[in-house]
C-alpha cells in the first residue's frame, strides 16, 4: 500500500473511532467488549492493509472486519465469566444507547441478519450497496431484510402505542 492510502487509512481508523465503538456496542452491549472488538478491527486493517485493492471502499471494507470481529467476540463469549459492570472502572466512552433504549431493545431482538443490516443502515447510515459489501448478502437480501426489520419495528411500537 502506498504511504498517501496508509496516511488515508489511518486518518480514517483516528477520525471515525467514535462511530466504530458505536457500532461494535450495538453488537456487544458491553464496553470492554466493544473497545476489544473495536481494536482487534484496527490491528487487523493495518496488518491487512495491502488487501484493500479500492482506497474508495475503504469504509466498507473496515466495516466488514469490524462486524467480523464482533462476531468472533460474540462466539467467544460463551467460554468467558463475566465481571459485574460494578466492578468496572469508569472509562471515558460512554454507552452510547439511549437509557431507555427502547427502540434499541427492539432492534437487539430482531433476528441476527435483519438487525445488522438495520444497525449498519441508521446506525452507521451506510447505502444498501455498502451494507451488501460488509455482509457479503446480494443487494435484493439487504432490501428485503431491511423491509422485514421495519415492518417488524413498526408493529412492536404500534402494539405499544394500543396499550
Known sequence: MSQINEERLTAFLVEEQARFYRLAYSYLKNREEALDAVQ?????ALEKQDSLREPD?????FYRILVNA????LRKRKLVTFVPPEALDAGSYEDPL????????????LPVEVGTIVKLRFY?????KEISAVTGCPLSTVKTRLYT???????????????
Open 124 to 128: 452507521e447510515e451506510l447505502s444498501l
Open 98 to 109: 439511549p437509557e431507555d433504549g427502547s427502540l434499541a431493545r427492539r432492534v437487539d431482538a
Open 40 to 44: 482487534t478491527a484496527v490491528c487487523t
Open 149 to 163: 426489520g421495519l415492518k417488524k419495528l413498526r408493529v412492536s411500537m404500534e402494539g405499544d402505542e394500543i396499550e
Open 70 to 73: 464482533c462476531t468472533d467476540q
Open 57 to 61: 471502499a475503504m469504509r466498507t471494507w
